[in-house]
Structures are given as C-alpha cells and as structure tokens.
C-alpha cells in the first residue's frame, strides 16, 4: 500500500475512502458502526437525571416518525455498502471484526453472510461494569457481541496467534466469552465541558485482544468508524500499522492528538508466540543421529516410576506388567500407562543434573539450531 495512508486519521465518508484504498491492501479490519438504537426519548434514572445515552446524528437512520421498517431498510443498505467496501480492501487471508448490541449485530451478521465472509467465532464482551437498567423493565444489558470472519470461506490462511492469546489466559484456551470492564476512569477522553468526548468509546483492552489475536506487527489494521482512536492508539503501541476513518472532524482531531503521545513497544515484546504447528518437524530418531541421545538411555515419565530403553533405530522399548512394548516414543509412552494416546516428547524425561527434563526439551535445542 501506498504509504501516505497508513497511520492517519482520514476524514470523510468511510466507504468513499475505503473505495479509494488499493484492493486486498489490509490485513485486517475492526468495525464499530452505528447501533442504530432507536431511541424513543429520553433515558432517565431514577432521580431524574438525563443519562448520557447515544442519541447523536450518526446513529440515526430515517425519520423517527417514519416505520421501523424504513429504519432497517436503510440501516441494512448502508451496512451493505460499507461492508462490500471492506471486504474489497481486505487481503485474501485478512479476517474482520464487527462489535455490536442486540439492535444490530443481528442484522450484521445476516450480511456478512450474504456477502461470502466466513464466520469463525462470536465472542460476548461481558462488561464487568455495565449500566444498570433504570427503568426496570428488561434484565440489565450486560454484554455486547462481537462477530470475527475471514475475508471468505476459501481461503484458510487468516492470522490467529493461538498460542499468544493461551498465554494470555494462564496457559489455557482462550474462551469465546471474555470479561473486560467498560471504558472509566482515566481512559475515558472528555471534553472541555467534562463530558464524554465520545458515547462509546471502547476499552484499549478490549482492542488489545482483538488485533493481539489475529494481526501480526507490521500488518495494516483499517478501522472505518474511528471515533477517538482507540483502534489507532493499540495498532500503534502493538506495532501496527493502521489507517483510520472518521467523518467527525473534531472526532479525527482528538484521536490524532490522542495517538501521538502513544509510545510504540519495542518490536521483541510484540511478536506473538510462535504456533507450534508452524515449527520444523523433527524426528525423534534425529536427537539420536545429533548425539543429544545414545542408544542405551533410559527414559522414565516425571516421577520417575515408568521406563523405556532408546534403540538405535529411534524406537523405544519397556515391559512391564502388560507385557513387552516396541514402538515410537508415542506408542510406548501410551503402552505403558495403559492409555489410548501420548504425547511421547512431553510424557519421556532424561535426567539432567539430578532432575528431569522431557526430551522435548532436546528437541527445542535442533530447533534452535536450524
């Protein structure tokens, strides 16, 4: 991409200016569009007090005295519009998410569809602070969902740091639902008046997650509804690059302001964990022929209580009570516990200094030589 875009606020039109993007130029894209609330007056609390609600000109669509369905029929055609618009810019393997609230991502997720994205997860951000319900009429509105899709079912090289987010989540998977309060407190950017500069402003650490999950420092994240920049201002701390657009020009001004005092982290501590997937296959046998293992060594699981002998061929033997086992590291390992399955690199230690480290410990050190 030509690099008089990149890491800038563009003020206009958000499908106009997509449309002048060169084609399959972002690697991914972050959508937080209009909720098309319709909102039928004012909200107030219990003590009378107006709450801040949305009730900006962005988000209205139609007449208010005209039908719902006019509402949705232009709600719908300009989803269409800016979604066609993105997919274009999108790269082959780019993917895209889109955040919403009941009133829309319904509709959301219909065209995204309908236009050959390909859905991979839904994912509720439940907001550990949400709003209550002042009237008391419906449960309090807890959570807002997001959509994450790659540019099209074909193509299945889109961008997933598994590994990092599981590190993010104490060595676990990383679950569809995550729990992340609402943006307060100092991260909330306000006016002179003291009021909201913007109505819904997302938390950093929910962008975090998002361009963490499924981008790679480097790649060009395209953010069509800016608002203040929080998309901009982790892009650039993540070392991203990204391109921002806004029709608000007092909107664009805040989210410059706001991404320039933003300071990028050093390129070795944003570079997502490798997959071990993408690592160099490497066979057992092979530990063997490095002389990291003689034939003749004895392996034992972590305590200690289960043995194999390594042969020369890179098989493995043991015996014990059911009976005498020859096979790869995997089928021993599996043999001797009884089990359907094991992982053989993980489950076999050496003893090293008086303790023990599994032989896929050995393995790593091929690796690092490669």
């Known amino acids: 991409m030509n690099g008089d875009k990149l890491d800038r606020v563009l003020v206009g039109d958000c499908i106009e200016l997509m449309l002048g993007l060169p084609e399959a130029s972002v690697d991914m894209v972050f959508a937080d569009p209009p909720y098309n609330l319709q909102l039928g007056g004012e909200l107030l609390r219990p003590d009378h007090s107006k709450v801040d609600a949305v009730d ?33 810019a999108l790269k082959p393997g780019g993917t895209l998410w889109v955040i919403g609230s009941y009133h829309n991502i319904f509709r959301i997720g219909t065209a995204l569809q309908d236009q050959g994205f390909w859905l991979l997860n839904d994912i509720v951000w439940r907001k550990s602070n949400p709003m209550p319900n002042f009237r008391g009429k419906r449960f309090t509105n807890a959570h807002e969902t997001l959509i994450w899709a790659a540019r099209d079912r074909a193509n299945k090289k889109y961008t997933f740091n598994y590994d990092s987010m599981k590190e993010l989540n104490e060595g676990l998977q990383m679950r569809s639902d995550w729990l992340l309060p609402l943006c307060t407190g100092a991260e909330r950017l306000k006016g002179e008046d003291g009021k909201k500069a913007h109505p819904t402003q997302k938390p950093e650490s929910l962008l975090f997650r998002c361009i963490m999950a499924a981008s790679n420092p480097g790649d060009v994240v395209l953010d069509p509804f800016f608002g203040t920049g929080t998309t901009g201002a982790v892009a650039r701390r993540l070392g991203r ?8 020009p007092d909107y664009a001004a805040i989210a410059r302001k706001r991404i320039a005092e933003v300071e990028p982290l050093a390129g070795e501590d944003v570079t997502p964990k490798p997959s071990k997937r993408s690592e160099p296959r490497i066979a057992f046998g092979v530990l063997i022929e490095a002389g990291l293992l003689r034939p003749g060594t004895v392996l034992s699981d972590h305590s200690g209580r289960l043995h194999a002998r390594v042969r020369a061929d890179g098989s493995l033997s043991a015996a014990n009570a059911l009976g005498e086992h020859r096979g790869s590291i995997h089928q021993v390992g599996a043999a001797v ?8 690199w993980t489950f076999w230690h050496i003893e090293v200094a008086g303790g023990r480290l599994p032989i896929d410990h050995l393995r790593q050190q091929v690796r690092a030589g490669l």
């Open 56 to 88: 900006d000109d962005w988000d209205k669509f139609g007449d208010p005295s005209d039908s719902l369905g006019t509402s949705f029929a232009l709600y719908d055609s300009f989803t269409n519009a800016w979604l066609r618009a993105a997919r274009r």
């Open 241 to 248: 690059r990204f391109i921002g657009l806004e029709r608000d």
């Open 337 to 344: 516990q009884g089990a359907p399955a094991c992982n053989g």
